[in-house]
């Protein structure tokens, strides 16, 4: 089957060039695409419509596809004829509504099609299938700001870290300084060395506290991380379940 972009085709009321359309290898229509993104779809559209009646009547084995922009305004008339072909003609004569992201990538994978000929088919594309891709963009998009939330409030917590490392640090100092200060006023006689041996010797004030306060501030971030995993968990398997 051969395929070729804007092929004309012969009727009783004329030429109809459609955008895409495949013909079988003794060059008979096999299937037809036409695409309307515009902002309307008024009565100059029922031509197209008639000639399109008219290849399906005369073509049992053609089928063919009108893929319609959501914001595309249709006249009553042509709507009308429209839903009278669909009636008439069944699933040889369907009628998409696509997004504008979802009218792209028909194209997009309509020329793809195109392009490899050796497959032998071109694909009527369905609103469904188009659908399914969206959700799976969307998916995609909602894992990585997940994915971005975390790695966000990990480089929030490793700066917390470290603001606390630096603080200690200084209180640490601040503390050592105050004691050689005490310890120089009570050993006037010492030698620098063993002024600041003695008080870098034993703990310093609030170094328990501190402790405490370190080993409690870990266990409620290991609790966090648990309840971000399990939340990650649910909305995994609630993905799997709408699926």
């Known amino acids: 089957m051969v395929g070729v972009h804007e092929q004309s085709i012969e009727t009783q009321l004329g030429k109809r060039r ?20 515009g902002e309307r779809l008024n009565y100059e559209t029922l031509g197209q419509l008639a000639k399109d009646w008219d290849v399906l009547k005369n073509n049992p084995g053609t089928e063919g596809v009108w893929l319609i922009g959501a914001r595309t305004w249709i006249d009553p008339a042509v709507r009308k004829q429209m839903e009278r072909m669909q009636r008439e003609f069944g699933e040889r004569f369907r009628v998409e509504r696509l997004s504008r ?7 997009r994978l309509g020329r793809e099609l195109e392009r490899e000929r050796e497959s032998g088919q071109m694909e009527l594309f369905s609103a469904k299938k188009l659908r399914e891709q969206q959700r799976e963009r969307d998916r995609k998009r909602a894992d990585e700001e997940r994915e971005r939330t975390r790695e966000h409030a990990a480089r929030a917590e490793k700066q917390r870290a470290e603001e606390r490392e630096r603080a200690q640090r200084l209180e640490r100092q601040a503390a050592i300084e105050e004691r050689e200060r005490k310890l120089r006023a009570q050993l006037p006689g010492a030698s620098d060395d063993v002024v600041r041996a003695l008080a870098r010797s034993g703990p310093l004030p609030n170094e328990a506290n501190r402790a405490q306060r370190d080993a409690a501030e870990r266990t ?16 995994r398997d609630g993905r799997g379940r709408g699926d």
């Open 220 to 235: 409620m971030r290991a609790g966090r991380e648990a309840q971000q995993q399990r939340d990650r968990d649910r909305g």
């Open 18 to 37: 459609h955008d895409a359309a495949r013909y079988r290898g003794d060059g008979q229509l096999r299937k037809f695409r036409e695409y309307k993104s």
């Open 101 to 107: 992201q979802q009218m792209a990538e028909a194209k």
